[in-house]
């Protein structure tokens, strides 16, 4: 993926270039981890289908932080996590099928219900606790009680204005323009430590934790260091301003 990402047409210019005549599955991200970039998940189906190419969707941040019509996008199967912007749980998530797959699509631990359809597979592994599943409704009326549109607004707009102000105060860049962010944006680190290494970025992501109290997402792209920042309705500006006052001292 180019970075910064600003348009899509050099992905799926390169997407169709790899596809070849041994290609049998095609896996992506609707919303990157390291560059928190929404990706045209519609335009990228399509074209693997143009190709004879089924699709599957890791939609881990998306349910939550961005509306979803999923067999609207013409993919075959879409995978997504509630716990991460949905409120719910540690260990909730949803899979949803086309229709034409489920006959074939098992869940990797087998039960009682093997063979009596995709619902019922899926519904009954073994002796999982299934806790955390009931209380999904709760979570689900917690979101409509305030509004998902609304929610989705709020932290789109206040994780652009974090955006746009660590960069102005780090002389840095996005990793994806405006349009192509949600509630998450990522903004590259200056200074001498941007090595791209993934135990730096571990290393940093533990001195933020211990002597600032700061949870952040700390990525290695693109041969550097990236700081994600996420927007949730509890939060508000001066988070990030604080953030950014020390972003300088954490890239020397």
């Known amino acids: 993926m180019p970075v910064p990402f600003t348009d899509p047409k050099p992905l799926l210019k390169a997407i169709a270039a790899a596809i070849g005549p041994k290609t049998r599955l095609a896996v992506f991200d609707h919303i990157t981890s390291a560059g928190a970039t929404v990706l045209p998940v519609r335009e990228i189906a399509a074209l693997c289908r143009e190709h004879g190419v089924p699709v599957a969707i890791d939609g881990a941040h998306a349910p939550g932080q961005v509306s979803l019509d999923v067999p609207a996008l013409g993919v075959d199967w879409y995978v997504g996590n509630l716990h991460k912007w949905a409120f719910a749980a540690k ?7 086309a229709p034409e797959r489920q006959a074939a699509t098992h869940p990797v631990a087998i039960s009682h219900n093997l063979g009596q359809g995709f619902t019922a597979e899926f519904d009954y592994c073994g002796t999982r606790d ?16 305030l509004g998902a549109e609304p929610i989705q607004e709020y932290n789109r707009a206040l994780a652009k204005d974090a955006c746009e102000l660590l960069t102005e105060a780090w002389g840095s860049e996005a990793a994806a ?3 192509y962010h949600a509630a ?11 090595d791209g290494d993934r135990m730096a970025a571990h290393r940093l992501a533990l001195r933020l934790n211990e002597e600032y109290g700061l949870t952040l997402g700390v990525m290695a792209l ?31």
Do not use: F
């Not at 260990?91 to 099928?97: L, Q």
């Not at 599943?133 to 979101?143: K, N, R, S, T």
């Not at 041969?223 to 890239?251: F, P, T």
């Open 91 to 97: 260990g909730t998530g949803v899979i949803w099928c």
């Open 222 to 252: 693109d041969g550097g260091l990236w700081i994600r920042v996420s927007a949730q309705i509890y939060n508000e500006i001066g988070d990030y301003e604080r953030l950014a006052a020390i972003g300088k001292e954490l890239a020397g």
């Open 184 to 194: 998450m944006a990522s903004v590259r680190l200056p200074g001498a430590r941007n």
């Open 177 to 179: 323009s405006a349009e």
């Open 130 to 145: 299934n806790s955390h599943w009931l209380a999904v409704p709760a979570a689900l009326d917690y979101i409509a009680g």
